[in-house]
């Protein structure tokens, strides 16, 4: 595995508690938000500020844009983005304390020490949401301190992510047909997740089937596998700047103590699941 894809494994899960809790839906629920959805909305937007929907639209990426104009600029008359951003701490810190069951000791500690470092290296020209992320203070608890870290890991490599998709040519609703064909997921369930209507699934359907990624049955081809392992790898290898500047020996022992965080969370944090997009990292930790 790429040294970046183990290192996202593990630094996954701790991000993912930001949204897939009780504590993170109790907190937008506190706020006045209409359901999860705003709540997931107005939290990961936050940081860009009180952004138009369009611009959340082109940095989520997958995601119908009338999914995203159910919950902006509501989201923004409900709640002032900096009281999302209170929310988002307070629901990861009860999360965390929750899901850990202990938030203090020296190896957490120094986890959060070395995440801290690694997400101080990584890359944020083009990559709007990381950039977002990583000017926000940091959190004083070590336990907040690790999971601020890792967010700003995983927007990097999320942005980072996009540009492969867009230099792959799959535009967003065509990345995820192909990701579910490729990986065997439910497609009318992911489908659903990121509000594509049936036209427009079987539209990008159709147009990866022409392109030889999808057989005539909408099953992945040769050529479709080989272009999905381009995007990882191109995603992994843009992900790779943290890790080479924080160096072999550090990267090894940070992998060494996130490992048990991030499994114990895989392994208590249901909610988590309703992201098909952490399944790799459950896959890989509770094996």
Same mark, same amino acid.
């Given at each position: 595995?790429?040294?970046?894809?183990?290192?996202?494994?593990?630094?996954?899960?701790?991000?993912?508690?930001?949204?897939?809790?009780?504590?993170?839906?109790?907190?937008?629920?506190?706020?006045?938000?209409?359901?999860?959805?705003?709540?997931?909305?107005?939290?990961?937007?936050?940081?860009?500020?009180?952004?138009?929907?369009?611009?959340?639209?082109?940095?989520?990426?997958?995601?119908?844009?009338?999914?995203?104009? $159910? @919950?902006? +600029?509501?989201?923004?008359?409900? *709640? &002032?983005? =900096? !009281?999302?951003? /209170?929310?988002? %701490?307070?629901?990861?810190?009860?999360?965390?304390?929750?899901?850990?069951?202990?938030?203090?000791?020296?190896?957490?500690?120094?986890?959060?020490?070395?995440?801290?470092?690694?997400?101080?290296?990584?890359?944020?020209?083009?990559?709007?949401?990381?950039?977002?992320?990583?000017?926000?203070?940091?959190?004083?608890?070590?336990?907040?301190?690790?999971?601020?870290?890792?967010?700003?890991?995983?927007?990097?490599?999320?942005?980072?992510?996009?540009?492969?998709?867009?230099?792959?040519?799959?535009?967003?609703?065509?990345?995820?047909?192909?990701?579910?064909?490729?990986?065997?997921?439910?497609?009318?369930?992911?489908?659903?997740? $990121? @509000?594509? +209507?049936?036209?427009?699934?079987? *539209? &990008?359907? =159709? !147009?990866?089937? /022409?392109?030889? %990624?999808?057989?005539?049955?909408?099953?992945?081809?040769?050529?479709?596998?080989?272009?999905?392992?381009?995007?990882?790898?191109?995603?992994?290898?843009?992900?790779?700047?943290?890790?080479?500047?924080?160096?072999?020996?550090?990267?090894?022992?940070?992998?060494?103590?996130?490992?048990?965080?991030?499994?114990?969370?895989?392994?208590?944090?249901?909610?988590?699941?309703?992201?098909?997009?952490?399944?790799?990292?459950?896959?890989?930790?509770?094996?």
């Amino acid at each position: 595995m790429h040294q970046a894809r183990a290192m996202w494994v593990r630094f996954e899960p701790i991000h993912d508690v930001t949204y897939f809790t009780p504590e993170s839906r109790a907190q937008t629920d506190g706020l006045g938000c209409r359901g999860g959805w705003m709540g997931y909305v107005g939290m990961r937007a936050a940081p860009l500020g009180a952004v138009p929907a369009s611009t959340v639209v082109s940095a989520f990426y997958t995601f119908h844009p009338s999914l995203i104009e $159910r @919950a902006l +600029p509501d989201a923004w008359q409900i *709640a &002032a983005p =900096e !009281r999302f951003l /209170e929310a988002r %701490l307070r629901g990861a810190d009860a999360a965390l304390r929750r899901l850990l069951g202990a938030v203090d000791g020296s190896e957490l500690a120094e986890a959060a020490r070395l995440t801290g470092e690694a997400a101080g290296h990584a890359s944020l020209a083009g990559r709007p949401l990381a950039a977002a992320n990583a000017v926000l203070a940091v959190p004083e608890p070590a336990h907040l301190a690790l999971w601020q870290a890792c967010t700003v890991l995983r927007e990097s490599r999320g942005d980072g992510h996009i540009a492969a998709l867009i230099s792959a040519e799959l535009e967003p609703c065509a990345a995820l047909v192909l990701f579910a064909a490729e990986r065997g997921l439910d497609a009318g369930y992911l489908r659903a997740k $990121r @509000a594509w +209507p049936e036209s427009a699934w079987a *539209a &990008a359907t =159709e !147009r990866l089937t /022409e392109r030889g %990624l999808l057989d005539d049955q909408g099953a992945v081809t040769a050529s479709g596998r080989e272009l999905r392992n381009w995007v990882e790898e191109r995603t992994d290898a843009a992900a790779g700047q943290p890790w080479r500047e924080l160096g072999a020996r550090a990267t090894e022992r940070l992998g060494e103590l996130l490992t048990p965080i991030a499994a114990r969370i895989a392994e208590r944090n249901e909610v988590m699941y309703v992201n098909p997009m952490a399944l790799d990292a459950r896959t890989e930790l509770t094996r």
